[in-house]
């Protein structure tokens, strides 16, 4: 991949452990130099619980962005036992906050848990695409790409995330929410 990019390791954003509001304040004044310096970043490592205010910092740069989303769940709940943000709600309140465009988004691979029929009636009203780990084995990657490219507008930003969940258990058995059915 150096042979066509440069890159560059900038460290760490230290958080504080059981804080999210003061952690995503951290991560966000983190992240925003390096966007506002023309720079994509490649984010790896934590849970999707950082990525809000990731996301928060790149709309700052460039408004609001289409999602590529590859995960065994849609994270879109409205909060976790009271409480608005986890790694469960992010994709909820990027919506909620005007950061991502979900009409031109899509999540792929999305298997569970689904605790009702209703369990992703939020992404859906929001207009949401989303793909099912079952169609996504069905129709293909290729066929779920051109239905991704076709959902985001020309010069639309796009902001790709990967959930390892997204693969199944058997090659990523570490994960903290495995799911059957996953890709490999």
């Excluded at 996301?55 to 036992?81: C, E, I, M, N, Q």
Aim: aromatic residues 8%; charged residues 20%.
């Amino acid at each position: 991949i150096f042979e066509q990019l440069e890159g560059v390791d900038c460290g760490d954003v230290d958080i504080i452990p059981g804080h999210i509001e003061e952690s995503y304040e951290r991560i966000e004044r983190g992240i925003e130099p390096i966007v506002s310096a023309g720079v994509v970043p490649l984010i790896m490592g934590g849970d999707h619980s950082i990525t809000l205010p990731i996301l928060r910092a790149v709309a700052k740069k460039h408004g609001p962005v289409a999602l590529v989303h590859l995960d065994a769940h849609s994270d879109t709940g409205s909060d976790y036992f009271g409480k608005p943000y986890n790694h469960g709600t992010t994709f909820h309140w990027a919506i909620e906050e005007g950061v991502m465009l979900p009409e031109q988004s899509t999540q792929l691979g999305i298997r569970g848990p689904l605790y009702s029929r209703t369990s992703l009636d939020y992404a859906r009203s929001k207009n949401f695409a989303v793909i099912p780990g079952w169609e996504l084995h069905d129709i293909g990657m290729q066929a779920a790409i051109d239905r991704v490219r076709a959902r985001i507008k020309l010069g639309t930003p796009v902001f790709v995330t990967f959930d390892i969940d997204f693969l199944d258990a058997a090659y990523a058995p570490g994960t903290g929410t495995p799911e059957i059915g996953g890709f490999s």
